[in-house]
């Protein structure tokens, strides 16, 4: 007597249409959620690693856009001495400059002030040479450039180079104009990624002094400092709101935040990501749970004088619910298996030729934990509730009704 294995896979490859459907539906339903779910765990474990990587508790000043009131080096060395609990603070401004001369030709480049206590702050850690951003006395003086890793292994920078660059001069009217100076290398980064939405492996780092000086700039772009414990970080973060407020005759023309609010902004953000994520999911679990019933629905009206056959010969009723569930259950299981071969293909080939969010993706579905096998369950216990209705339509089913139709 044929088993009911291969009674099922008879009938599978008897509808070929209908069968690959449903494959097709748990595949696409399977590869899609993979994707969304690697890119929501691989960007959370890749921010979290960032942060835990730095070992510190930086705290951030930033000018508000809706005012014109600078935020200045004389606001840094207030904060420096007069909020208690900061190990480090530093100023850091931003302005575009042009190298004149790379070893590979000539390129735009962002140019940041700052002074060494910047290193401590991010725990940077140095390739060669010292990071001695001390300025130099006099504007025709050679000017310490600390370069970023990804900066100085593109150009094949050393210690002791120099460099010609043109720093654009914004003038009080909004106008512009070069000044052309030249640059050492004191330094070379070892790489460190973005923090606090700083790319540092693209970083040219300059004294913060000398580009106020060349660069007239009304306002500095950030404020930096670290606190010595976590435990005080809300707390000089508080500080520094104080001092700051009141230094700028109590107007709120800046912000201040942290490495903790930052940490918990961004995996708010993840968290909503999540939510719209597992509704993309619902709806492609009922997509394909919907297939089944109807695939299922369909095959009970074609094999009506089957099933009466069937009866007739003295198949019980529950010999014929279980033939339907096992070809529902095969068919979603085929699926659900070609699904997750083709969501890691489709996830390692993002990860090997993209950079930045797909760089962060998880490869392989059993890093994804707990979530991977309860999906895998869950897509396959719906598929199996779907299919229950047509199983006992065709289990209930009585052989002379059924037979008439022959």
Known sequence: MTSRGALAIRYMLRQKGRTAFVIATYTAA?????????????????????????AVNWIDVTPNAAYYRPLTVADANAIQADVPH???????????GEFNSWPRGSSAVTLTGSTSALTSIFNFQVAQGSVDLSAPASMN????????????????????????????NVLPGGNSRPIQVTLVVEGLLGHKGTVAGINFDLAALIPVSTLVNLTGAPTLTYIFASADS?????????????????RHNDTQDFTVSNQQSEVQFVLQQIGQFQTIIQLVEMTLLVLSAFSIFVVMTMAVKDRRREIGVLRALGAERTDVMLQFLLEAGTMSV?????????GTLVVRFLKTN?????????TNPVDLGLYFVELLLVLWFVG?????????????LEAVEALREM
């Open 30 to 54: 399977v590869t899609v959620t993979l994707l969304l779910t690697s890119a929501v765990v691989g960007n959370e474990e890749s921010f979290l690693s960032e942060v835990n990587n730095l």
């Open 86 to 96: 900061l190990t480090a603070v530093t100023p850091i401004l931003w302005a575009l």
């Open 141 to 168: 003086d050679p000017i310490p450039l600390v370069v970023g890793y990804d900066l100085w292994n593109n150009h094949s920078l050393s210690v002791g180079q120099s460099l010609p660059v043109t720093v654009i």
């Open 230 to 246: 976590s435990s005080h970080v809300q707390s000089a973060s508080d500080a520094i709101t104080n001092l700051i407020y009141a």
């Open 334 to 342: 085929v699926g659900i298996g070609l699904g997750v071969g083709l």
């Open 354 to 362: 993209g950079s930045g969010f797909y760089s962060a993706l998880v």
């Open 384 to 396: 199996f509730l779907f299919s229950l209705l047509p199983a006992y339509q065709a289990s209930r």
